[in-house]
């Protein structure tokens, strides 16, 4: 199994409304990341778990809250977002911070 | 910090070569990638390259040159499916797990 599944695909909330994203992995990957990409830009890291420990946080406001259950699982809760936060979030996964990322097919986020 | 530059759009016809170039800027280097993602799409990897030299995967190949922060994507015998967008991208400095992209490449394959 060499993929990154990401549920949901598309999300529409509101700027009150309390949502997750979810992504999983069972390639056996320790490194774990989230990114955030508008149209016809390139993706831009928001958090990188090592271990199922937060490494990094790119700075992210705290209204974004990264959570890792287990070495599978990353999820990334949403609370009273603004509408410009609206892009496609994409996980992905590498056995090591060196090596290839596998992504996901992302999560596109409307905030109305 | 990590800065990368690289043409914003390329155009070609199927069955040409076409070179992607990238330069970088970066606190401390552990490699430079090579991403693509079609529209809708999901990035994915292509290449990688921590040495000087080419390396080769088929029909794409990549090289890197280190002391002059530079490196290429070179496609051969383009398809009409390697319409997409191509981006480099930096390991920073540390082992971090800190990828940071350049701004892509569009690349459009015309018949």
């Known amino acids: 199994d060499t993929e990154v599944t990401q549920t949901p695909k598309h999300l529409v909330m509101g700027m009150t409304n309390k949502k997750s994203l979810k992504c999983e992995q069972h390639?056996?990957?320790?490194?774990m990341y989230w990114y955030k990409q508008k149209a016809k830009k390139p993706p831009e890291l928001m958090f990188v778990?090592?271990?199922?420990?937060?490494?990094i946080n790119e700075s992210v406001p705290s209204r974004f809250s990264p959570e890792c259950p287990n070495s599978s699982l990353l999820n990334l809760h949403l609370h009273a977002l603004q509408p410009e936060d609206s892009a496609l979030y994409l996980c992905?996964?590498?056995?090591?911070?060196?090596?290839?990322?596998?992504f996901g097919p992302g999560t596109r986020l409307t905030v109305l | 910090g990590q800065s990368l530059e690289q043409p914003s759009e390329v155009t070609a016809v199927e069955g040409a070569i076409v070179q992607i170039n990238c330069t970088y800027q970066?606190?401390?280097?552990?490699?430079l990638s090579w991403y693509q993602q079609h529209d809708g799409g999901a990035p994915t990897f292509l290449s990688y390259n921590a040495l000087d030299g080419l390396e080769e995967t088929g029909r794409f190949s990549s090289f890197l040159s280190r002391s002059d922060s530079y490196g290429y994507l070179l496609l051969q015998e383009l398809q009409m499916k390697d319409s997409a967008s191509y981006f480099c991208a930096v390991h920073g400095s540390g082992n971090t797990g800190k990828l940071i992209f350049g701004q892509g490449t569009t690349l459009q394959v015309k018949p």
């Open positions: 390639m056996g990957h320790r490194a």
């Open positions: 970066t606190s401390g280097f552990y490699g």
């Open positions: 992905a996964s590498s056995r090591d911070h060196i090596l290839e990322r596998f």
């Open positions: 778990y090592s271990y199922e420990k937060l490494s």
